[in-house]
């Protein structure tokens, strides 16, 4: 907190004002701030795109759910050798995670068994959500705002590997597959369902297409997979056959109207 009474009765100006900036008046620059610094750190350290695990906080690497947390970090890092192999003057398809423990924590863990850049996108909660030590320090952020952190989700995102999980896991399942369905992603999307037994247990797609509720073709936007390496090669087959074109850089900052994601209208 700034004294105004230690500069002469001056007060600071805005930018340095903590009152003002934490203020409900302020909200909108916090939330702003919210994409421009990560914006910056990934166009710093040349992220072109990511491939985001999501999965439950609660698995553990010895508990009864341990196996996945094995898998995801194995095909972490087969991922991150992979991508290495892309040709590019910017880092591709890098590992991103929520940034916490359990399969965030093996997606970033197996990253960096590669040698390879990984991401955590992390938030403050009242429990679970301590930033991992995998992370590249460079690309470890703390969001306050679901929705900003959400957007970084989405907006790099070439595929998602969903493991299982809980609440969160399914409300960013749930949110992607809305936006691929309804065509407001500017791409395409590649989602691998991680462990075909648990999906098909806890979510019943085809009794959606039965009633009516989705289309036959919105089952057609995901596939499954249930080892490692059957989960590199959809991801290898589809990211090479939708991403490995000529680069594009993030977009640099413009004086009147700055880029942001782009959205179908």
Avoid at 24 to 53: C, M, N, W
Avoid at 78 to 94: A, C, G, N, P, Y
């Amino acid at each position: 907190m700034i004294d105004e009474s230690t500069n002469n009765g001056r007060r600071p100006v805005a930018y340095l004002n903590e009152t003002f900036l934490e203020s409900p008046d302020a909200r909108g620059l916090r939330i702003l701030s919210e994409y421009l610094e990560p914006l910056s750190h990934f166009r710093d350290e040349k992220i072109q795109d990511t491939i985001v695990f999501f999965g439950s906080a609660r698995i553990t690497e010895d508990g009864p759910l341990g196996q996945y947390y094995n898998d995801a970090r194995t095909l972490a890092r087969l991922i991150t050798e992979w991508s290495k192999d892309v040709q590019s003057q910017f880092h591709r398809f890098v590992i991103c995670s929520g940034g916490g423990p359990g399969i965030m924590e093996a997606a970033n863990r197996g990253a960096e068994d590669a040698g390879g850049k990984t991401i955590g996108l992390n938030i403050g909660l009242p429990f679970e959500q301590q930033p991992n030590r995998y992370i590249t320090p460079s690309l470890s952020f703390e969001f306050h705002y679901f929705f900003m952190r959400k957007f970084w989700f989405a907006y790099l995102a070439r595929a998602l590997v969903i493991f299982p999980g809980g609440f969160g896991t399914l409300d960013e399942l749930f949110e992607i597959l809305t936006l691929a369905q309804t065509h407001k992603l500017e791409s395409k999307i590649v989602i691998v369902l991680y462990g075909s037994k648990f999906w098909k247990e806890v979510l019943n797609f085809e009794a959606l297409v039965k009633h009516n509720t989705i289309s036959p073709d919105d089952v057609k936007l995901f596939q499954y997979a249930d080892d490692p390496k059957a989960a590199l090669e959809i991801l290898e087959e589809q990211l090479t056959k939708y991403f490995l074109e000529p680069e594009q850089p993030l977009p640099e900052p413009v004086p009147e109207t700055p880029q942001i994601a782009k959205s179908r209208v």
